[in-house]
């Protein structure tokens, strides 16, 4: 699979690392960067496109080209004064999507005032997690209940816009089960299967994760 989308991975710690890797190898184009050298070379062979370099230094973000690059992680929850450089310059830059690891609620705060469009809590939320969440196109969040098993909610395809479940019949299509219909931040728990969906409409599912591709 070849994900077009390109992703930076800004420290490679643990959580970075998982992140970086699960998006390698989900075919996605990803800048791997890291302010330690040792660790760059320890990685290069699973991430091929990794830099030693100080994301704080704006002249550094330019060179890097990370302008270019559609989503930023910055997985370093340990230095807040350098998560909230790196998140301020990447947006001044123009990255669309910058998702920063924080170590508590006040980093929290902060990094999403100075810009974060989305601060996730390791604890919550491994990086593998997130890098699935990231390739999965149209998908809004995914917790794995098993090593087989999937609750997805995913976002109403265009082209079930105006149709209805019992029309779609997506649980002989793609083996899933809907179990919930989440519109205007209210979760509908009775479904009507012959209501028409709407594209502002997400689908709360839970599948086999081996089918997962043939949603995308």
């Given at each position: 699979?070849?994900?077009?989308?390109?992703y930076a991975v800004f420290g490679l710690g643990?959580?970075?690392?998982?992140?970086?890797?699960?998006?390698?190898?989900?075919?996605?184009?990803?800048?791997?960067?890291?302010?330690?050298?040792?660790?760059?070379?320890?990685?290069?062979?699973?991430?091929?496109?990794?830099?030693?370099?100080?994301?704080?230094?704006?002249?550094?973000?330019?060179?890097?080209?990370?302008?270019?690059?559609?989503?930023?992680?910055?997985?370093?929850?340990?230095?807040?004064?350098?998560?909230?450089?790196?998140?301020?310059?990447?947006?001044?830059?123009?990255?669309?999507?910058?998702?920063?690891?924080?170590?508590?609620?006040?980093?929290?705060?902060?990094?999403?005032?100075?810009?974060?469009?989305?601060?996730?809590?390791?604890?919550?939320?491994?990086?593998?997690?997130?890098?699935?969440n990231l390739v999965s196109s149209g998908f809004?969040?995914?917790?794995?209940?098993?090593?087989?098993?999937?609750?997805?909610?995913?976002?109403?395809?265009?082209?079930?816009?105006?149709?209805?479940?019992?029309?779609?019949?997506?649980?002989?299509?793609?083996?899933?089960?809907?179990?919930?219909?989440?519109?205007?931040?209210?979760?509908?728990?009775?479904?009507?299967?012959?209501?028409?969906?709407?594209?502002?409409?997400?689908?709360?599912?839970?599948?086999?994760?081996?089918?997962?591709?043939?949603?995308?």
């Amino acid at each position: 699979m070849s994900i077009s989308k390109s992703y930076a991975v800004f420290g490679l710690g643990r959580y970075g690392l998982a992140v970086a890797k699960e998006l390698v190898n989900n075919g996605a184009e990803v800048l791997a960067v890291d302010a330690d050298e040792n660790i760059v070379n320890s990685v290069i062979n699973d991430i091929p496109f990794c830099k030693c370099a100080d994301i704080t230094d704006a002249e550094v973000v330019k060179q890097l080209g990370i302008a270019n690059i559609d989503t930023v992680i910055i997985a370093m929850a340990n230095n807040l004064e350098a998560s909230v450089m790196a998140v301020m310059l990447c947006k001044e830059v123009g990255v669309k999507t910058v998702i920063a690891k924080c170590a508590n609620e006040t980093h929290r705060k902060i990094l999403s005032k100075v810009g974060a469009d989305k601060v996730v809590f390791p604890e919550y939320e491994s990086g593998t997690r997130l890098a699935k969440n990231l390739v999965s196109s149209g998908f809004v969040d995914m917790v794995e209940l098993s090593n087989d098993v999937a609750l997805i909610e995913l976002d109403v395809k265009s082209e079930w816009v105006g149709k209805t479940l019992m029309d779609l019949n997506l649980r002989k299509k793609y083996g899933l089960n809907v179990i919930a219909i989440r519109q205007a931040d209210r979760l509908q728990i009775s479904i009507d299967p012959m209501a028409q969906l709407d594209k502002d409409m997400q689908l709360v599912v839970i599948m086999n994760t081996a089918k997962i591709k043939a949603l995308k």
